[in-house]
T-cell receptor, first 111, second 113 residues
């Protein structure tokens, strides 16, 4: 069974902190892994896409890593800002083209 | 380029009524997907089109849901008759190819009362 789990479900940090969001998946036969951001009432914004052959991707203050052997991905946010407050979703595309989402981590960055 | 567009953004209907959601993918994207998020749970796959053909519809919850993609362009998702448990946010996504990742629309928030 292909499952994607995100921990923690919610996270509240003061502005300026570095933080890590975790995503784990049960089937290592993945094609790629994508991190999204969802703001309340809005759609999903793609943040980073990691192909199965890659170990990490970086965009600005965001860094996503992928360890297929352990079934884990992390999203690292440096120097967090109140504007980073949103729900962060991890989505895994498997080799059979199925895509599974985690339930998300709701992040609040306090000024 | 224009993103994935979904219409309407919100819909409130009574139980038993019919609602049709529309998705316009990015031009040239052959792959179109429908997902939904209900009751604050994780987003779940509904179905996948490649051009006008249904590649995978294993996520469709029951036969009250009907998806079409006319001419391989925009897609519609019809719910008939709607039930209370159908309330949620319905997302559409498109991709040029699987390896390039997905672009999601803003979603349609459906409320069945």
């Amino acid at each position: 069974k292909q499952e994607v789990t995100q921990i923690p479900a919610a996270l509240s940090v003061p502005e300026g902190e570095n933080l890590v969001l975790n995503c784990s998946f049960t089937d290592s036969a993945i094609y790629n892994l994508q991190w999204f951001r969802q703001d309340p009432g809005k759609g999903l914004t793609s943040l980073l896409l990691i192909q199965s052959s890659q170990r990490e991707q970086t965009s600005g203050r965001l860094n996503a890593s992928l360890d297929k052997s352990s079934g884990r991905s992390t999203l690292y946010i440096a120097a967090s800002q109140p504007g980073d407050s949103a729900t962060y979703l991890c989505a895994v595309t498997y080799n059979n083209n199925d895509m599974r989402f985690g339930a998300g981590t709701r992040l609040t960055v306090k000024p | 380029e224009a993103g994935v567009t979904q219409f309407p953004s919100h819909s409130v209907i009574e139980k038993g009524q019919t609602v049709t959601l529309r998705c316009d993918p990015i031009s040239g994207h052959d792959n179109l997907y429908w997902y939904r998020r209900v009751m604050g749970k994780e987003i779940k796959f509904l179905l996948h089109f490649v051009k006008e053909s249904k590649q995978d519809e294993s996520g469709m919850p029951n036969n009250r849901f009907l998806a079409e993609r006319t001419g391989g362009t925009y897609s519609t998702l019809k719910v008939q008759p709607a039930e209370l448990e159908d309330s949620g946010v319905y997302f559409c996504a498109s991709s040029q190819s699987r390896g390039l990742g997905y672009t999601f629309g803003s979603g349609t928030r459906l409320t069945v009362v």
